[in-house]
């Protein structure tokens, strides 16, 4: 509180300080692969919504309302969004509230649900989504979460990779007890690299498409089996590789009428 410098000293400081990271611009950790942002949300908390039969995270898509999603939080708690390509960033954000509610009750599935719904946090949203890598590891330092890796949130995969780019470090300083940190750190890298540089092109690939069909097929395929259900959710939540999922085989496999094309 009286504001003095103080100065610590340590063999490792880990930023885990989100997409913005201070730790990194002080360690002048290089972007890379930067694709400027695609698509920006809007979201609130809402109580009293009519539930799905099956608690269930839902998402509609449509060219003129963007994509809706709600989804069941904890208390009774649901949250709301509106996600829209880049370009109608500027007009949104002048008239937020009114733009948001006219898109979310348009959705004729959708509007029904909210009749008794209350409104318990301010519309809230960003419009400086930024995709991109980080190096994420040097002598005396590494980072996590966003402050490693920041991706469009279509996918869904941030909470997942934060857990993956945790457990990976947690790793690699166990395995330099006694031993060369700086060593384990840069096979850190290494690794949070390969894992993360296939989805990260999957989610800019995927935000950019303004027609969802494309992948329509591919999520109809996989909802029908339980197991493959399972194993997307294990994907993005970061505790199986992109790739074991995303793959020639298996992708083959849910799309055979598609196998050539």
Known sequence: GARRAHAAHAPLVVGADGRLSFVARLVDSPAYAVVAPLNFPFYTYLVDVEPAETPAF????????GTLMLTPCDDGLFMGVVY?????????????????????????RLAPRLQSAKVVAPIRGR??????LRVPAGPGWALVGDA????????GMGIGDAFLGAQLLAEALQRSDGGDLDAELAAYRDEYRERTTDAFDYTVSSAMLKDPAPQVPLYRAIAGRPEMTQHLMNVLGGSVSFRSLFNARTLAELLPSRVGR
């Open 148 to 155: 490693a890796y920041h991706r469009d949130p279509l996918t």
């Open 127 to 132: 419009g400086d989504l930024v995709n991109q």
């Open 58 to 65: 839902e998402l509609w898509e449509s060219p003129e309302l």
């Open 84 to 108: 829209t390509p880049q370009e109608q960033y500027d007009a949104f954000r002048r008239d937020h509230e009114r733009l948001f509610w006219e898109r979310y009750t348009a959705e004729p």
